[in-house]
């Protein structure tokens, strides 16, 4: 009986997996059945917008994070598919931070044109994956969503994309029982315009604290203090935006912060990340890690050590995102194909051993950067993944993080070159700071 590969989510991870596996089949290889379970009724993953929160309509967690006005937060050039440029897709060059519509047609018009949806059973949840050793195969159970009755399948490989930037890690602070406003995590977060008028209070210093901050501020929020626990973001805050240190307690609507600070407050937007949760896997299947840039256990990234035939993409923190995603596959793929065999279990420990003794040595953001694009050279190098200028999106990155410190509400203003086509993007019709239509009529109406 041939072969069969479960892929779990249809997001850009799972996408990028069908998409390697069907362009090995046109090329003539012989490909094994695969089958990828999808809980949502569409593809996209976080792409696809949504406005419930808490609670879907079958009673599981929402998986949606993203909100409206959503923007690209780094270059379009730096994750750009190799096999299928923005020109090719929107048939001219566009601005190089594109609102999330524009990014969601972009990955979807890949999967679209490359005829992978016949391969996904959209609504329909992976419920349990345990690994059968006498049989040498994974049990997966799966369930239709709208009330269907649980199945179980056999499958060789299991690839698991379900993302992990969708179940909050949520603390408390004192008095936040009492508190007379609203408290939620980002990825409740859904319309900057609720807060208008108020005075908001976002805890966290990453890219959902600084997105969130300018999000509020743009759309009419009284002011936004942010509370860091570590470090400051430090960018140049336009007016009614500050950094304090992390908040102590609440007392009724007034916060107070470590050193003494304090500050009325109407609402609060706990942006503390997201926990890597697994619990349709079996206990010894499943990756336990913070947001990090090279977890433990993944061999390339990506082969579960202890069992290789169980394989995770895109668990990784992301500076690179689409690109890395299809790294991971094309490689997973030929894996799976034969293509690629893997060393004993004591070289790949040893192997993950040292990029997680190279990323300690990681001393900011730009060494970060050429941290993440050796990895993807690593693995771009023994698949056969069109090349592309790699280098070019390292400097795009630094870059970016440059524009950022000169100018957090410009830095999406800025248009970098494409690393497939060489094409510079044209400028943005309207500065995104004013911009405050995010649709993809708007934005690519407003090309140049
Ligand atoms: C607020 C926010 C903004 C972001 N903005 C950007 C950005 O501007 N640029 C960028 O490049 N990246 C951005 N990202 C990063 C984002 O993680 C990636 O772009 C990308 O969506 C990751 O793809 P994925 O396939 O790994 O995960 P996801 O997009 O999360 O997709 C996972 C899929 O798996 C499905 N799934 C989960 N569990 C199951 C199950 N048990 N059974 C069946 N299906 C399941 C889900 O329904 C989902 O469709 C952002 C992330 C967040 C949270
Ligand atoms: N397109 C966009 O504009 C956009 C917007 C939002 C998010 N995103 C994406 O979403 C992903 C997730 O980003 P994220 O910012 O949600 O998560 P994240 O990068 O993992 O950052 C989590 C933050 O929470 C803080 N934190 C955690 N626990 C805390 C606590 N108990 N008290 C105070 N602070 C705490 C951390 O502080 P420490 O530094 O102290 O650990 C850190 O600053 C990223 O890939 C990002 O690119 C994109």
């Given at each position: ?441 708007t934005f690519l109406g407003h090309q140049a």
């Amino acid at each position: 009986m041939a072969s069969r590969v479960a892929v779990v989510g249809a997001g850009p991870c799972g996408l990028a997996q069908l998409h390697a596996f069907e362009e090995a089949r046109r090329g003539g290889a012989e490909v094994p059945q695969v089958t990828c379970f999808e809980q949502q009724g569409d593809w996209g993953g976080l792409w696809n917008y949504t406005w419930r929160t808490g609670l879907d309509e079958h009673g599981d967690p929402v998986h949606g994070s993203m909100y409206r006005s959503l923007w690209s937060n780094g270059p379009k050039e730096c994750l750009e598919f190799a096999d299928y440029t923005f020109d090719e897709h929107f048939g001219r060059p566009v601005a190089s931070f594109p609102p999330r519509a524009v990014l969601r047609d972009y990955i979807t018009g890949r999967a679209g044109k490359g005829g992978v949806r016949r391969l996904i059973q959209f609504g329909t949840a992976v419920r349990w994956v345990r690994y059968d050793r006498g049989a040498g195969k994974f049990a997966v159970t799966v369930q239709a969503r709208d009330g269907g009755r649980a199945r179980t399948e056999d499958f060789d490989q299991v690839i698991v994309a379900t993302g992990h930037f969708s179940t909050p890690d949520v603390p408390s602070f004192g008095g936040f029982g009492q508190f007379p406003g609203r408290i939620l995590h980002s990825h409740d977060f859904r319309d900057a315009r609720e807060f208008a008028g108020q005075r908001l209070l976002v805890i966290g210093s990453s890219y959902s604290a600084e997105d969130i901050a300018l999000q509020a501020a743009k759309y009419g929020a009284a002011s936004v203090t942010i509370s860091y626990r570590t470090a400051p973001m430090g960018f140049g805050w336009p007016a009614g935006i500050e950094e304090v240190p992390l908040l102590s307690r609440v007392e009724g609507r007034t916060a107070h912060f470590a050193g003494g600070a304090a500050r009325e407050v109407d609402a609060i937007v706990l942006c503390t990340g997201y926990r890597h949760s697994f619990r349709f896997l079996a206990e010894e299947l499943r990756l336990r890690t913070p947001n990090v840039l090279y977890p433990a256990g993944l061999y390339k990234g990506i082969f579960w050590l202890a069992n290789p035939a169980l394989m995770y993409l895109g668990m990784q923190d992301q500076y690179y995102t689409f690109t890395m995603f299809d790294a991971q596959a094309w490689y997973a793929r030929d894996y799976v194909l034969g293509r690629i065999s893997l060393p004993p279990p004591r070289e790949m420990a040893a192997d993950i051993a040292r990029w997680r003794g190279r990323l300690a040595a990681c001393a900011g953001p730009a060494d970060e950067i050429d941290f993440q694009a050796s990895y993807l050279a690593d693995l771009n190098k023994q698949v056969d993944y069109p090349g592309y200028d790699l280098d070019l999106t390292r400097a795009h990155f630094k870059d970016w993080e440059h524009d950022k410190m000169t100018s957090i509400t410009g830095y999406r203003d800025r248009s970098f070159s494409s690393p497939c086509t060489g094409t510079t993007a044209p400028p943005r019709h309207t500065p995104w700071w004013h911009e405050l239509d995010d649709s993809a009529d708007t934005f690519l109406g407003h090309q140049a």
